[in-house]
């Protein structure tokens, strides 16, 4: 996962992933079958992962504002070895975008998992005053996971934790509710 997450699916070779895996050439293609169908199993692993941890930290989160907080302000948390890689899923989508369905099926379901808890999140912001009503859940999640993406493609392009969570925050204000009066 982490040679195709550094390097992207073109750019990884065989002879990179046998070594970083310590096994031989053979040993690859018996398990996985080929290239690709290891980038896919790597693909939906990450996937799955990244969307439990992001969910993990949800529900540390006192208030539905909060969780969507911590969702866009963590390319800012991330160290920075960690930062330079972007988000594996985005990398995939900027190299294939929609030319590849399996591709996008290995993230299919956890990122359907995704939209589900956001839109949940989206709707109890908005029940407890945090969230505008007149925001629609359905376009604030596309909204959420844009501004993400955008900022995971920043992080990787070396933007500061300081710009990065600048960013996430003018996000956060297009949500809120009018609370002034």
């Not at 040679?3 to 990179?16: C, I, L, N, R």
């Not at 290239?35 to 539905?64: G, T």
């Not at 844009?146 to 500061?160: D, E, H, K």
Request: proline share 3%.
């Amino acid at each position: 996962m982490q040679v195709f997450w550094e390097h992207g699916y073109e750019p990884t070779s065989t002879d990179m992933l046998t070594e970083a895996m310590g096994i031989g050439r053979q040993s690859l293609y018996d398990t996985f079958g080929d290239k690709r169908k290891l980038y896919l199993e790597a693909l939906s692993l990450y996937s799955a992962q990244s969307v439990s941890q992001l969910i993990a930290q949800f529900r540390a989160e006192a208030s539905s504002l909060q969780a969507l907080r911590a969702l866009l302000s963590s390319p800012a948390r991330l160290p920075p070895d960690r930062r330079k890689l972007g988000c594996m899923g985005v990398n995939a989508i900027g190299e294939f975008g929609q030319s590849a369905d399996d591709v996008l099926q290995a993230m299919g379901h956890s990122g359907s998992v995704l939209d589900l808890v956001l839109e949940n999140l989206v709707r109890e912001g908005i029940s407890a005053g945090e969230i505008s009503t007149g925001i629609k859940p359905e376009s604030a999640v596309r909204f959420l996971l844009s501004v993400r993406s955008g900022l995971m493609i920043a992080a990787r392009g070396g933007a500061t934790p300081e710009h990065l969570q600048e960013a996430a925050e003018v996000a956060l204000n297009a949500l809120r509710a009018n609370v002034s009066g």
